[in-house]
């Protein structure tokens, strides 16, 4: 620890009265080129992944964009009851989840269910949360999209905004004192900036130099509330610098910038045990959740814009060039995909619900005198209701 | 000099905040899971010396001084425990929690139960509360309600240093998180025998303080020993037969204890120091009046703190002492 105080570093400003400067907005890291007729085309002095991880980010990506599709259409059918979709922003999901060591923990927002699956989370375990099952592992407790699975280190979310962030900060601080080489990603919403628990995670992350990842995903809409309604600096990513932490700006939209930058970062992390920031600046095209409408708060000619930049769209001529997919692959898959989550919802739907006896279970290590009271009360009360359910 | 006896049940007399001080070194002695992080805690010992020594044994990565935040405090400590470590927080004053509240209520009390058991985040925080010391508004409150309304805290109070450092220990291998509430008026007043060896004293667990015959009194904190004082003073003064109850695990409550009791006694005074309205004492009035109506003699009684904030010049006016309870006391006793 530094034994120099602030005041002790800082020499004397003899220019007269003016505010600090901060360090200049970073600019957007990419790979692959956005311009009007580029698309497929490779930034030069980018490098390329090699074929396989291609595969697997673009495989990947159109999984998460086959299941969100599916599952919207499930909520507006009325058999599951929310879905948070990460449409148009799978890049920032998968390409983040993919430069991560299995052994490494994410500590999730509402839009990375991608990369539970992407860490081995099973179709049928997603599912099931989805429909709050008697298969659920969380027994039915939470809304869709609030996925958890200790095996493959995706630690279950609240709905809370920014909360989790401490997490993955005392997460990353637990595994150096255990002596492991395991980082933890605390991913979070532009909206999540404005929360005080951001701000004291990055201190806290800063200060006790957490071996950290802080990822946020600016897709530029909290619900209804555009980005600029909830900062006036010009970008995420300087706000680090108030910290005293590294932050990185990446195109969202980019899976191999994506990949490549948080790559780059987390290897920096191991190296130095110091955490970084990074942002990825994306589009929420769609809307916040299927309980929104985004077309009353937004001019959708932007979002319009937006979708031609999408993620999928844009690392897909690259594959083709490379002889790694096509349209015929590309039916194959998706059909594949719509096979399985067919079979899946199926049979999920089907599932019984939780027992009611589970009510009771999980709120402490054992269920303690008086939940047993209360168990013992509902068994005695509910038949009335059994109709009812499901 | 404290009192010391040798051999291996050697006890030494200790003040509370002693007792807790001990039990943290044992506990990080004992298992190198344990860590210790909050405002102060390292270096300097904490505000209170709770954690003196501990920085110096154990060093800066499991001695934490934190920068200044609550909700920073036990957001980190949870993401400690979910990787498997035994964080202890310190909260420098329960007064000053709120910021920390939403991490101990939406997270800290419910990893277990969102996740179906796949996260659990065994944290013991600590903090002083309560009042008597001059500390007016923001250093004396007594917050313990708004733990005990929240599913999957537990929630203890001791009352003496021997229940204090066992206490401490158990909740450091017990597998949900425990909010431990220090009375701090008696951090230095209550004295007692502390065994040396690590011990634990059961959470959920009451413990009949005082023996007795005509009335129950249910106290817990700092007002156990205002409870002891008028059962002397009832014994004494009136010729009647108080039993003491302390309740030492408000979350999960031994009821069985407090119903034995008053299902014997028929009368009952309960005193806490918080306030009145929906405090913890309304619970225990409701669950005994549901355990024990046919055999009560009396209206059940309620010496508190008052619906005000907490007083800074007039706080002996406001906390409960021990001629309010004997007056309650012989109330029920005369109903």
Request: hydrophobic content about 40%; some cysteine; glycine content about 10%.
């Amino acid at each position: 620890m530094s034994s120099v105080s602030p005041a002790e570093s800082s020499s004397v400003d003899s220019a007269g009265i003016h505010p600090v400067v901060a360090g200049a907005a970073p600019g957007l890291y990419r790979v692959l080129a956005d311009g009007p007729g580029e698309t497929g085309g490779v930034l030069a002095g980018r490098e390329v992944p090699s074929d396989e991880t291609l595969l697997r980010l673009y495989r990947a990506m159109a999984l998460v964009r086959a299941v969100d599709e599916r599952m919207i259409t499930l909520q507006r059918q009325g058999r599951i009851s929310f879905y948070g979709a990460a449409t148009g922003q799978e890049a920032a999901v998968i390409g983040s989840g993919l430069a991560l060591e299995a052994t490494d923990w994410v500590v999730p927002a509402l839009r990375e269910g991608g990369i539970a699956l992407l860490r081995g989370l099973s179709l049928s375990d997603y599912v099931n949360q989805l429909f709050g099952n008697g298969s659920d592992i969380e027994k039915g407790r939470q809304m869709p999209c609030h996925y958890g699975h200790r095996d493959v280190r995706y630690v279950t979310l609240s709905s809370c905004i920014a909360n989790q962030l401490f997490h993955a900060v005392g997460i990353s601080l637990a595994a150096r004192l255990r002596g492991d080489d395991t980082i933890a990603v605390g991913y979070m919403g532009d909206g999540a900036t404005s929360e005080g628990d951001f701000h004291v995670a990055m201190e806290f992350a800063a200060r006790l130099r957490a071996p950290v990842l802080l990822f946020c995903q600016n897709n530029q809409w909290a619900i209804s509330t555009g980005v600029r309604g909830q900062t006036l600096a010009a970008t995420m990513a300087q706000k680090a610098h108030g910290y005293g932490m590294d932050g990185y700006r990446v195109d969202g939209n980019d899976v191999l910038a994506v990949h490549a930058l948080t790559s780059h970062v987390v290897a920096e992390i191991r190296r130095t045990g110091r955490p970084a920031f990074v942002e990825a600046l994306t589009y929420r095209v769609g809307a916040h959740s299927t309980s929104d409408d985004p077309s009353r708060y937004r001019d959708e000619s932007i979002t319009e814009r937006w979708k031609e930049r999408d993620p999928l769209r844009r690392l897909r001529p690259l594959l083709e060039a490379r002889g790694l997919w096509d349209d015929a692959r590309d039916a194959a898959f998706i059909s594949d995909v719509a096979e399985r989550l067919k079979a899946e919802v199926q049979r999920a739907e089907a599932d019984a619900p939780p027992s009611i006896d589970s009510l009771f279970d999980d709120v402490y290590a054992a269920v303690p005198p008086h939940l047993v009271a209360q168990r013992e009360a509902l068994r005695g009360s509910t038949a009335h209701l059994k109709a009812s359910s499901h | 000099m404290n009192d010391v006896t040798e051999g291996p049940k050697a006890t030494r007399t200790l003040n509370m905040v002693q007792a807790i001080g001990a039990a943290l070194m044992q506990a990080m002695e004992g298992d190198d899971r344990v860590v210790v992080l909050g405002e102060d805690v390292g270096k300097f010992g904490g505000v209170f010396r709770a954690t003196l020594g501990l920085y110096e044994r154990f060093g800066e990565s499991r001695v934490i001084d934190t920068p200044l935040s609550e909700a920073g405090i036990i957001g980190t400590a949870i993401g400690m425990a979910l990787y498997g470590l035994r964080p202890v927080a310190e909260i420098q004053f329960a007064d000053f929690v709120y910021p920390g509240f939403d991490q101990i209520v939406s997270e800290l009390a419910k990893y277990r139960y969102r996740s179906g058991g796949h996260f659990t985040c065994p944290v013991l925080v600590r903090m002083p509360y309560g009042g008597g010391i001059r500390g007016g508004l923001y250093h004396s409150q007594s917050p313990e309600a708004y733990f005990a309304h929240t599913a999957g805290l537990v929630v203890a109070i001791p009352s003496n240093p021997h229940d204090a450092k066992g206490m401490l220990l158990a909740a450091l291998k017990h597998d949900d998180p425990v909010i431990l509430l220090e009375p701090k008026r008696i951090y230095r007043a209550s004295r007692g025998e502390v065994p040396d060896a690590p011990y634990e004293v059961p959470l959920g667990k009451a413990a009949v303080v005082r023996p007795g015959r005509d009335l129950t009194i249910v106290a817990y904190g700092a007002m156990v020993s205002v409870a002891l004082d008028a059962a002397a003073t009832l014994e004494s003064e009136h010729g009647r037969s108080a039993e003491v109850i302390d309740v030492r695990t408000l979350v999960p409550l031994d009821l069985e204890t407090l119903a034995a009791s008053v299902n014997r006694t028929g009368r009952a005074v309960v005193v806490h120091e918080a306030p009145r309205t929906c405090g913890y004492g309304a619970e225990l009035v409701a669950s005994l009046q549901e355990t024990c109506f046919w055999r009560l003699e009396a209206p059940l009684e309620r010496v508190t703190g008052l619906d005000t904030p907490f007083p800074h010049t007039l706080e002996h006016y406001y906390l409960p002492d021990t001629p309010r309870v004997v007056s309650a006391a012989l109330r029920a006793l005369t109903a």
